[in-house]
């Protein structure tokens, strides 16, 4: 199975001034098969050290950050000398934290060396330490460099499933143009498909390799209930690890109601969201959730939160649907897609977002009017509107009321089309992955778009 991820480790590779290399990632997100099955067959020579399963080496190297001791133990013990063409792999770090802090020497004593640590829990873990141990720990600031790994994308879906719609869907955004209509409705089920499925990377190999779904809902249970027994790992108190709970267990619920703001008083009575403030916190950290801030009214920039308003969405597709408890039928019928909340889109989008490194903002006006994202792009900021069918955009007025001009976009079930005098960009939900590539690039939207028609 393809990652797009592994593009960025072989240039981080092939650099002449590299950093220790930190891959950042939730649970189960598919940092290791990066690692183990398509990065080290590329650099046989590769050193692998899993931190959570080798006892020895993770008792050696809690006792010292020196990278010349480290250096000294693992040739003795694998027999290979460690070279600028060895990658040194440091896996689930968060079980050995002098691991972390001895980046930090690699970079000033090895710089040569291509050393990359992995962690999913590493910042949950630094603060779970002892207060004493925690104001001696150091953290690598500036001498690392960093990758972030989320769940499979929606083109990386279709890079593993049809990497020809994929190229088709990239060549008529790029050309501004809408799919023929055969190619649209296929996208669009391959959409659904991947709404049902998710980017969890063990579920999109089961799908692929046995197409059951009901394969893929025994391993989303099973990751969902893994990321549960997570809270009983790192959380310091009884009470914590139920509030985390508590929140977890009901973002779709929370998501899905008229008013989409966070609201604990709804799932625990006579509470605030201040009092769940430490739940919030771990479940971002541990990045099985991401937060959208509110705006109001006029935005400037830089992009920064207007009130303790929030919305928290969950940052895989296949756990968001399985959470839901709707049925995959629902996904895959097109006549039931029609009963479908919005939020499903919502929250894919929002995770397409992320993975580009976009933070999330949302805009709500007068008379209920609202944005589900805002994003900036250039000196302008862009409101994003996510509809599950067609859809009117009924906010667009008065948004530009209150901030200038700027291109808007609806993202729906509707094929590709611009519309000049009211700079109205629509994009069919599959072509979201584009969208946010040019948001994260750079790339101004509307002198991209300037002069141009789309039927």
């Known amino acids: ?75 003795a013990r694998y027999g290979k000398k460690i070279t600028s063409s060895t990658p040194l792999i440091f896996d689930e770090m968060q079980k050995c934290l002098s691991v972390l802090t001895s980046l930090k020497y690699f970079q000033q004593d090895h710089p040569e ?52 719609i994929l190229e088709r869907i990239e060549d008529a955004y790029r050309s501004h143009r809408p799919l023929e209509k055969y190619e649209h409705e296929m996208a669009m089920d391959l959409l659904h498909e991947y709404l049902s499925v998710g980017g969890m990377p063990e579920a999109v190999d089961v799908f692929l390799r046995e197409r059951s779904y009901v394969d893929v809902r025994k391993v989303l249970e099973s990751i969902y209930d893994n990321f549960l027994a997570d809270m009983s790992q ?22 899905n109601k008229e008013n989409k703001n966070y609201k604990i008083s709804l799932t625990e009575k006579g509470r605030s969201n201040r009092d769940y403030l430490n739940a919030y916190t ?21 992009l920064t939160e207007d009130s303790s308003l929030f919305r928290l969405y969950l940052a895989d597709m296949g756990m968001f649907t399985y959470q839901s408890g709707v049925p995959f039928s629902d996904f895959l019928v097109k006549d039931k897609r029609s009963g479908l909340a919005g939020v499903f889109y919502e929250n894919y989008v929002a995770m397409e977002l992320t993975a580009r490194g976009i933070e999330l903002f949302y ?15 250039g000196n302008k900021v862009i409101p994003l509107d996510v509809k599950k069918g067609t859809g009117k955009l009924n906010s667009l007025q008065d948004f530009r009321n209150s901030n200038p001009q700027s291109v808007a976009v609806k993202v729906s079930s509707n094929n590709y089309g ?31 778009l300037k002069g141009r028609w789309s039927s």
Request: glycine share 6%.
């Open 234 to 255: 790192y959380n310091i108190s009884a009470e914590t690890i139920l509030k985390t709970r508590r929140v977890y267990q009901s973002i779709f619920s929370q998501i």
């Open 418 to 448: 611009y519309d000049e005098g009211t700079m109205m960009l629509t994009i069919p939900h599959y072509e979201m992955f584009m969208l946010a590539r040019d948001i994260a690039g750079g790339v101004d939207l509307e002198s991209s």
């Open 113 to 164: 060396i291509p050393v990359i640590a992995t962690g999913s829990m590493v910042r949950l873990a630094i603060t779970e330490m002892p207060t004493e141990e925690r104001k001696d720990f150091l953290f690598p600031l500036g001498k690392v460099d960093s990758l972030d790994l989320y769940p499979i994308t929606f083109d990386e879906y279709l890079l593993n499933t049809n990497p020809v």
């Open 363 to 377: 805009w709500t006006g007068k008379s209920g009017h609202e944005f589900e994202f805002i994003v900036r792009n």
């Open 282 to 302: 771990w479940l971002e950290l541990a990045r099985v959730v991401v937060r959208s801030r509110n705006k109001v009214g006029k935005v400037t920039l830089p």
């Open 1 to 75: 199975m393809d990652r797009l991820a592994l593009e960025q480790l072989e240039q981080w590779f092939a650099s002449s001034d590299r950093k220790p290399l930190i891959i950042w990632g939730s649970r189960q997100v598919g940092k290791t098969y990066l690692l183990q099955k398509l990065f080290m067959p590329l650099h046989k020579g590769s050193v692998y050290i899993d931190l959570a399963k080798d006892d020895e080496a993770r008792a050696f190297f809690s006792t010292t950050s020196d990278p010349d001791k480290y250096l000294r133990y693992i040739e």
